[in-house]
């Protein structure tokens, strides 16, 4: 059975750090392209960051050079290291991988910024 579990969310203050984890099983985590994806109140799902099979990144945007995502295979396990956060990065974030045209989600794990 697959499971992504995200940990790590919690309150911040802005400009303040954290660090999301996301530890999946039940699949062969190393050959699977790995997203975070998050989800405002009141709005739609925003992919934030893709961490490829060879750790290679890409960002949206609006998380460009405050955000690393990154994966250590032997763990399986995929991180988001989040920096300067702000008010506008409130949200739940969910790790998410696509297998076979399936998506597969975690529960998410609630971030808030907020002083």
């Known amino acids: 059975e697959v499971q992504l579990v995200e940990s790590g969310g919690g309150l911040v203050q802005p400009g303040g750090s954290l660090t999301l984890s996301c530890a999946a099983s039940?699949?062969?985590?190393?050959?699977?392209?790995m997203n975070w994806v998050r989800q405002a109140p009141g709005k739609g799902r925003e992919l934030v960051a893709t961490?490829?099979?060879?750790?290679?990144?890409n960002y949206a945007a609006s998380v460009k050079g405050r955000f690393t995502g990154s994966r250590d295979n032997a763990k399986n396990t995929v991180y988001l290291q989040m920096n300067s956060l702000k008010p506008e990065d409130t949200a739940v974030y969910y790790c998410n991988f696509m297998r076979r045209g399936v998506q597969y989600w975690g529960q998410g794990t609630q971030v808030t910024v907020s002083s």
């Open positions: 961490i490829r099979i060879d750790s290679s990144t």
């Open positions: 039940g699949f062969t985590f190393g050959v699977y392209v």
